[in-house]
């Protein structure tokens, strides 16, 4: 099979996700090239006609540990001749036994009770439901409104969509949604003169306190993504935002969500990025990269107090959410063999390291006159690109592809989110593709 073979067949049956699809189909410089991979091993992917890229996005923020594993397609294979999957109502099975006391075990035990889904949109929506359930199970039916960060992506379902500020997703969809109220984000690059990023999260602690004052007896939760808000352009802010808040919605009697669907497992250097601030939430988002970027699986994490609030005889008090593939025996499988290799490799420590090298990889672009905002946390890299191109992502994006690496820009927002086993000549791989892409889209729209 070739490239061309199985694009035509894609572009023929295959409708692609936050695509638009005429853009695969166009010859110009503002359309996109649908790529084909035919394998990948660590972190290359390969197409048909022997080109490779280096992932430098881990497939969406998913692929932790590389592609085809050794590690996890082991596990996979030993859960195969056990048990690919089986009704979770009324049953169970030791894969989601064994990861729920782990990553509760993780928590401190504060988070002791998993509930499962399939991806991160579905754990949002678990999280709101049980928050508002929760607390019209004791008697406060009123607190059914829910707050986020403006600027704030939870995924794009329609529950989630409420919750979502991005104009991209949600707009359409507006007649269909029930919209959370905002609040300012504590992006640290909304600094003024003479401010620090701990400047900034104060200042929105502030105006979050103001909302409170008004409104908490009809809020039931306040959802958050830790340390950085991915979708809405890699959006830094510090870990005292998180410690105010959290002081907040236990003052204010508001459930705090933390979505740690793509910050947590490690990318921002501590396991759960909310760790950094030395908090607890009432809920806890995963997915991604829990399953090592292998299988659909999301869950969410909550507290003794949530859960006995649906402890009950009545059937119409438990929390009555479900799918078919809950609690997946292999996804399951797959995140056991992920956090093993977090332990036995101690990945976090390495990957102070491995950050260390990706800044200082990209250290010269923090000269570029174009450059805006250079900045890091962990395992997530990201600089903003001063352009008037409307059609900046798209050059860049094929230009890195070009210099054999997925790097694919929000906006005019570049970032790099590798997988943790990239080796030191990646690192230097990446870094010279960034450099080289950036220079042959800021020229683009001269040679028009």
């Known amino acids: 099979m070739s490239n061309t073979d199985l694009l035509q067949r894609s572009l023929n049956a295959v409708w692609h996700p936050c695509t638009q699809m005429k853009q695969h189909t166009g010859s110009d410089s503002g359309s996109l090239p649908l790529i084909p991979i035919a394998s990948a091993k660590g972190v290359w992917l390969h197409d048909f006609d022997g080109r490779r890229y280096l992932d430098g996005i881990s497939s969406w923020w998913v692929n932790l540990f590389g592609h085809c594993n050794p590690r996890i397609n082991a596990a996979l294979r030993e859960q195969l001749e056990e048990l690919e999957h089986v ?15 782990r990553l509760a075990a993780l928590t401190g035990g504060a988070l002791g009770h998993c509930f499962y889904a399939s991806d991160g949109a579905s754990a949002t929506e678990i999280a709101l ?39 991209i997703f949600k707009d359409a969809y507006a007649p269909l949604i029930r919209p959370a109220a905002t609040v300012p984000s504590p992006d640290a690059r909304n600094a003024g003169d003479g401010e620090t990023s701990v400047d ?20 039931a939760a306040l959802i958050v993504e830790p340390l950085i808000q991915c979708a809405s352009g890699m959006a830094m802010y510090d870990p005292e935002y998180l410690r105010l808040a959290r002081a907040l919605c236990d003052r204010y009697e508001v459930h705090l969500i933390c979505d740690e669907i793509a910050v947590g497992c490690g990318r921002t250097g501590t396991f759960f990025a909310h760790q950094q601030a030395g908090i607890k939430p009432d809920f806890l988002c995963l997915s991604k990269g829990i399953s090592g970027g292998y299988l659909p699986l999301s869950i969410v994490l909550t507290t003794d107090s949530v859960y006995g609030a649906f402890y009950d005889d009545a059937t119409a008090r438990g929390f009555l959410h479900s799918h078919s593939y809950t609690g997946n025996a292999l996804a399951c499988r797959a995140a056991l063999a992920t956090l093993d290799i977090f332990e036995t490799d101690k990945v976090l420590e390495a990957n102070k390291v ?34 008037t191109d409307p059609h900046f992502s798209r050059h860049f994006y094929r230009a890195a592809l070009d210099r054999e690496a997925l790097i694919r820009p929000i906006g005019n927002t570049v970032y790099l989110m590798p997988p943790y086993i990239v080796s030191d000549d990646e690192i230097a791989h990446l870094g010279q593709a960034t450099s080289g892409a950036l220079e042959e889209a800021l020229a683009k729209p001269l040679l028009r």
Not at 87 to 101: K, N, Q
Not at 152 to 166: F, N, Q
């Open 129 to 167: 439901k049980m928050s508002f359930h929760s607390w019209r199970n004791r008697g406060r039916s009123e607190k059914q409104d829910f707050l986020c960060l403006e600027g704030s992506y939870h995924g794009e379902t329609v529950g989630a969509l409420a919750v979502t500020d991005v104009a």
């Open 354 to 387: 491995r950050a260390d090298k990706l800044a200082a990889a990209l250290a010269p672009l923090g000269q570029h006159p174009q450059v805006k905002h250079l900045r890091q946390r962990g395992m997530i890299l990201a600089f903003d690109v001063e352009t």
């Open 200 to 219: 900034v999260a104060r200042r929105a602690a502030v105006a979050l306190e103001r909302h409170l004052e008004q409104h908490h007896e009809k809020i």
């Open 87 to 101: 009704i979770l109502a009324g049953f169970t099975h030791r894969p989601v036994v064994e990861l729920s006391e």
